[in-house]
């Protein structure tokens, strides 16, 4: 586990960061992407394993919003399996937001089950498109939408002493 320091711009105090190699997170992102585009799929032939398979996805990303990026499921694949085939990392980045991100993609994801659910079959695959954008452009570009709304919605957060 890698942590670096950080020092507000406010106080004089360091707090350590829990940071992850980059590539983790896009490689999440590339399963999750894959993920939503068989649900989408599915969901034309049957709204009821769309849902099935959109409710396994809501659970990753609960996890990875729970525990963070390094001990999800897609995190814990990439750990094993691909990074030590592909070097040290040379870029990190603060686990807080990507865990804000899973939790996004969580309530759209448990908003596209419901849908699927309630015999909305619109609702879910709008949804699952919703969440499908910010996957994919988080694994394509390394744009992560729920980041960018992270440093937004940590203001509103109470102040720690």
Known sequence: MSTTSHTSSTTTSTVAVDQVDVRGPRFAAWITTAVLVVVLLTAAFSPAVAGVLLALQAVVFAIGAAVGPRRSPYGRVYATLVAPRVGPPTEREPTAPLRFAQLVGFVFAAVGVLGFAIGAPLVGAVFAGFALFAAF?????????????????????????
């Open 137 to 161: 452009l988080n694994a394509a570009f390394g744009i992560c939408l729920g980041c960018q709304i992270y440093p937004l919605v940590a203001r509103f957060r109470p102040a720690t002493a």
